[in-house]
């Protein structure tokens, strides 16, 4: 039985896929700092799917204190390391750009070390489609130039894909860099627009959109997203000498105004829409081309926007039935 440590385990995608992992045999260990972000309740009612689970082991604690790390992982094997933890948001980073660095790079930094001291070869990050800004040309590509972050969650996820290639390079970790795009789905964080839209609609209350509408972005579906993340498992767990990049998106943006009146319909509604000027940090369209992790991994994602609209839906409906 091969073991996975997932930072981040008890997180909207870390959840999902610790769950998903042990449902195909592996042995979690899971870490998550329970950070004050958003309920310590909703990553509790996450992490109750497969707490009790015989196959997994999990620690509260923060990453960026090394020596607690270095304390829990002693004497474990781990094969592989799926890193999701860390601070997100692009708006809440431009208030708190120390609060990023330490969670995200000096935290990334920090399971750097201790995979070279371990002798854990192998690691899948969770980088972001934030990394590219507001790149001319679309669809975004790994090999266009991302040297001009426009918040500081973005250049906390350049440079920790830049801290792994210096690893790889010194020290030959395998380290492969997985690109999301806007996941949504069932537990869903909060702050997230698609959540925060659908607890206004059913309440009856205005929605604020940022700008005309006319922005875009590349919603995938979390079980898309999973399926990524345990194909670039696979990947590493068979392959030597990896370093690479991937796009993990649906190469299908929406628009802004679109997805309010997606949401809306499926909910039976008719929104209510207040316009307010762009906010600082927002980008005009996220937009994966995909053709790399589809040759590398084999990526396709399946869910169409409105089919994991309506997933969401049945899962908001059912944690808050009043």
């Known amino acids: 039985m091969q073991t996975v440590l997932v930072t981040g385990c008890a997180g909207f995608i870390g959840s999902h896929l610790s ?19 958003y309920k310590r309740s909703i990553k509790g009612r996450n992490l109750a799917h497969f707490l ?6 999990f620690a509260e604690l923060d990453l960026a204190e090394k020596d607690k790390l270095a304390t829990f ?40 070390d201790i995979m070279k001291e371990k002798g854990i070869r192998k690691m899948a990050f969770a980088s972001s489609s934030s990394v590219y800004g507001n790149c001319p040309e679309i669809p975004f590509r790994e090999d266009m130039d991302v040297s001009h972050p426009v918040s500081p969650y973005a250049f906390t996820k350049k440079s920790c894909e830049l801290i792994n290639y210096t690893y790889h390079y010194l020290y030959q970790l395998d380290i492969l860099n997985m690109r999301f795009f806007t996941v949504f789905g069932p537990r869903q964080r909060p702050d997230l627009a698609i959540y925060k839209f659908t607890r206004l609609l059913r309440n009856n209350e205005p929605i ?17 997203t999973v399926a990524g993340i345990e194909s670039a498992i696979d990947y590493l767990l068979e392959h030597e000498n990896v370093y690479d990049t991937v796009n993990l998106g649906n190469n299908q943006p929406v628009l802004l105004r679109d997805m309010i009146q997606t949401i809306a319909d499926e909910a039976g509604v008719e929104p209510v829409v207040n316009q307010l000027p762009m906010q600082d940090g927002d980008v005009n369209i996220t937009y994966a081309d995909i053709s790399r992790a589809k040759q590398l991994l084999g990526y396709q994602p399946k869910t169409p926007f409105r089919e994991g609209i309506k997933q969401f839906l049945a899962w908001y409906d059912e944690v808050h039935p009043d």
């Not at 449902?23 to 260990?29: I, P």
């Not at 009790?52 to 082991?57: A, E, L």
């Open 208 to 224: 604020p959109m940022f700008g005309d509408g006319g922005t875009a972005r590349d919603y995938t579906f979390v079980t898309d």
């Open 73 to 112: 992982l002693s004497g474990k094997k781990i094969d592989l390391i799926v890193h999701l933890a860390g601070k997100a948001g692009v708006r809440p980073s431009i208030d708190d750009p120390a609060g990023y660095t330490r969670a995200n790079i000096t935290a990334t930094q920090n399971i750097l």
């Open 19 to 37: 769950e998903s992992l042990l449902s195909k045999g592996f042995r979690v260990l899971g870490i998550d700092n329970f950070d004050p972000f």
């Open 52 to 57: 009790g689970h015989p196959s997994f082991s």
